[in-house]
C-alpha cells in the first residue's frame, strides 16, 4: 500500500456513502452532468464491486481490480462478506487506484461508494482509504444518502440519525447527510411533523413522545429516550433536503459540499461562474429551505398525524 504523500495540486471532491438502495449512484450521475453544466470538469469513481450496469462513463472502475462476484465465487463468501473483502483488498493496493487517479488531476472526483452500512459505522478499511486520499492532496467531503421516506417512521428515522451519527464519528471527514428522494418522501405514510423538524433535527422528545403513542414501541420508551439524548447531546446529525431532478435542489447540496471542503473559498473557477451562481439561486437560497420543499413535495391539504391526534 502507498503511504508517500503525492506533490499534486490541491483536489477537490464527495465521497458517496450511504444504504443500498438510498440513490448514491443517481446521484453521481446527477451530480455529474449538473457539474459539467457549471462548467466544472469532474468525474466518478466507482469504488463499488457490486455495482454493474452503471449509468454514467467511470473514468477508474473498482470491477478492473476485483469484483464481487468474484470473491463470493473463489473465496465462497456471502455478498457481505464479499463486500468486506473487496475493500479490504482495495486497501493493500492502493497504489492502483494512485496510478489510476494521477490521469485525472485537473478533475473534480465523485467517489461511488458501496451500499453496505458496516463499512462506514465500524470497520477500517473504507476509512483508511479515505485517509490515504487525504494524504493524496484530496479534499474531500462525505455526502451520506439516506431516504426522506423514513421521516414518516419515527422507529426507522431514529435508526437513521443513530447510523448517522456513528458514520460521522468514524470515517472523519467533513459530512454532509442528505434526504434523498424528496419527491418520494410521503409514499409510505404522513410525516408527523413539519419537514424542518426532520432536516434541523429539533427537540427529539418530541418525536419519542410521538413514538410512545404506538402501543408496540411503548415498552421500548425509555430505549429511545436515551437514544434521542446521545443524538442530540452529540448535536452534530442534520440533513438537507434533495431531488436529483430538480436544479434548484442540487445547487443547494452543491453550496453546502463545497462549504464543507473548502472548495468554495478556493479560485479555482473563473468569477462570471460565482456570478452566475449568485444570480441563478440569490445568495441565501431562500427557495431551498426547509419551508420551500416542504410546500414543493408536502401534502398541504391533508392533515398530519399529529393533527389527527389533537383532533381525537
Known amino acids: 500500500m502507498s503511504s508517500r504523500p503525492s506533490k499534486s495540486a490541491?483536489?477537490?471532491g464527495q465521497v458517496v456513502i450511504g444504504p443500498p438502495g438510498?440513490?448514491?449512484t443517481t446521484y453521481c450521475q446527477g451530480m455529474l452532468e449538473f457539474l459539467s453544466q457549471l462548467g466544472r470538469k469532474g468525474i466518478v469513481v466507482n469504488l463499488d464491486p457490486a455495482n454493474e450496469g452503471l449509468p454514467y462513463?467511470?473514468?477508474v472502475d473498482i470491477s478492473e481490480l476485483v469484483t464481487l462476484d468474484d470473491v463470493m465465487d473463489g473465496l465462497k463468501l456471502g455478498p457481505n462478506g464479499g463486500l468486506i473483502y473487496c475493500m479490504e483488498y482495495l486497501e493493500a493496493n492502493l497504489d492502483w487506484l494512485e496510478a489510476k487517479l494521477q490521469h485525472h488531476q485537473d478533475c473534480y472526483v465523485l467517489f461511488d461508494c458501496p451500499g453496505q452500512v458496516e463499512l462506514y459505522?465500524?470497520?477500517n478499511s473504507v476509512k483508511n482509504i479515505f485517509a490515504q486520499l487525504s494524504k493524496w492532496n484530496f479534499r474531500?467531503?462525505?455526502v451520506h444518502l439516506v431516504d426522506s421516506h423514513y421521516c414518516a417512521d419515527p422507529a426507522k428515522f431514529i435508526s437513521v440519525l443513530?447510523?448517522?451519527l456513528s458514520t460521522m464519528l468514524h470515517i472523519e471527514l467533513p459530512h454532509v447527510n442528505v434526504l434523498s428522494k424528496m419527491d418520494l418522501i410521503e409514499q409510505y405514510g404522513k410525516l408527523a411533523f413539519n419537514l424542518d423538524f426532520f432536516t434541523e433535527v429539533l427537540d427529539l422528545s418530541y418525536l419519542v413522545e410521538h413514538l410512545a403513542s404506538d402501543p408496540f414501541f411503548k415498552k421500548f420508551h425509555q430505549l429511545n429516550k436515551k437514544l434521542a439524548e446521545v443524538i442530540q447531546d452529540y448535536s452534530l446529525v442534520s440533513f438537507v433536503p434533495l431531488d436529483v431532478q430538480d436544479k434548484e435542489s442540487m445547487m443547494q447540496v452543491l453550496r453546502t459540499v463545497d462549504k464543507a471542503n473548502g472548495y468554495c473559498f478556493g479560485d479555482l473557477e473563473e468569477r462570471n461562474l460565482q456570478a452566475m451562481m449568485s444570480a441563478a439561486v440569490g445568495a441565501d437560497f431562500k427557495f431551498s429551505t426547509a419551508l420551500g420543499v416542504q410546500e414543493r413535495y408536502v401534502d398541504a391539504n391533508e392533515k398530519?398525524?399529529?393533527d389527527e391526534v389533537m383532533d381525537l
Open 22 to 24: 438510498s440513490g448514491k
Open 140 to 142: 474531500l467531503t462525505s
Open 162 to 164: 443513530c447510523t448517522s
Open 304 to 306: 398530519t398525524v399529529e
Open 10 to 12: 490541491l483536489r477537490f
Open 121 to 123: 459505522t465500524h470497520h
Open 57 to 59: 462513463s467511470c473514468a
